[in-house]
């Protein structure tokens, strides 16, 4: 019986290091934000650092880079929450994007004088980095927002560049705030708007927006455990609607955490789950970034995602 029970373990493990999902199994990594520049993708992700019996415990930004969604290569941390001098050093989600030649990174960290989780604004001549602060202050601090009253609002930055060149920034945690940004992309060009609950029916975290054709689509975190849900609008402003789940819980892990992106003519959906089994064991806190594929019904709606150990095949 012992020597079965070895057998099924080792097999276990031997099949957890060869599956494509989770995507990336040298480190844990959360929160998955992808951005495509040219042939490659790149994933700026969160590093689970957590033992076993912890919570979150994440202290750095990591990259890794790919030109067929299946084979990546870990370009290291080019940038730490402590290069913004106001961060107490917590590394919450991020989101990248490239306007003008330059790449902007909007991130999560504990604010140092300011109670509660902020946004700031990193920023690089290249995708790889290395990033610097771009600003010396924070985007976003906890008290520029009092549609609740918890501490931890202002995270999950997501940005997007509207087809006029106008940039948006979309965040929050229990209200999804949104606001125009800049043309420098590091300040907020008029007042903190909410998307009114009924709009984002059970919005939970982690906001991402993309378009296909003349269809914007808000997708986010729903509920706890998470799911996600979408909803669609006609104009980046809204008004929104509500359109119902896009995914299903991630296996073994309390939140999901998407990102949408189109790659060599398809659409990958980025989310982490808790199914790391080698070389370490995955959860809540230890959780690893996935890949399936994301399709369309003929009306625009999104048809469930597919979450699998098998994940994406080689893009080409």
Do not use: C
């Not at 965040?171 to 984002?200: S, T």
């Not at 809204?238 to 073994?252: C, D, I, K, Q, V």
């Amino acid at each position: 019986m012992l020597k079965r029970t070895l057998a099924l373990l080792v097999a276990s493990a031997s099949f957890s290091a060869l599956a494509t999902n989770p995507a990336i199994t040298d480190t844990f990594t959360a929160d998955p934000a992808p951005l495509v520049v040219g042939d490659t993708v790149y994933a700026y992700v969160g590093h689970d650092q957590a033992k076993p019996d912890e919570g979150y415990t994440m202290h750095e930004w990591l990259l890794y880079s790919s030109k067929d969604m299946v084979n990546w290569t870990s370009l290291g941390s080019p940038f730490k929450p402590t290069d913004f001098s106001w961060s107490s050093g917590s590394a919450w989600a991020g989101h990248v994007i490239e306007k003008g030649g330059k790449y902007y990174w909007y991130t999560t960290s504990d604010h140092k004088s300011i109670h509660g989780k902020a946004i700031g604004v990193a920023v690089a001549d290249a995708p790889e980095g290395p990033f610097k602060d771009a600003r010396g202050s924070a985007l976003i601090t906890n008290d520029m927002t009092k549609a609740t009253d918890i501490s931890w609002d202002d995270i999950d930055p997501a940005a997007y560049i509207d087809d006029d060149g106008q940039a948006w920034l979309f965040w929050g945690n229990q209200k999804a705030y949104f606001a125009k940004l800049k043309p420098n992309m590091i300040e907020l060009d008029g007042p903190i708007q909410v998307i009114p609950d009924a709009q984002v029916k059970g919005y939970t975290e982690a906001p991402w927006v993309h378009k296909r054709g003349d269809l914007y689509y808000l997708s986010y975190a729903t509920g706890f455990p998470e799911k996600t849900a979408y909803a669609t609008a006609t104009s980046i402003e809204g008004p929104w609607t509500f359109r119902g789940l896009l995914a299903e819980g991630a296996a073994n892990s309390n939140t999901i955490h998407q990102g949408i992106v189109d790659f060599k003519g398809k659409t990958y959906f980025f989310y982490h789950t808790g199914m790391m089994q080698y070389p370490e064991i995955g959860g809540s806190f230890r959780r690893s970034m996935a890949i399936d594929y994301l399709y369309y019904n003929a009306d625009g709606s999104i048809k469930k995602v597919e979450q699998t150990s098998e994940g994406v095949a080689p893009a080409r």
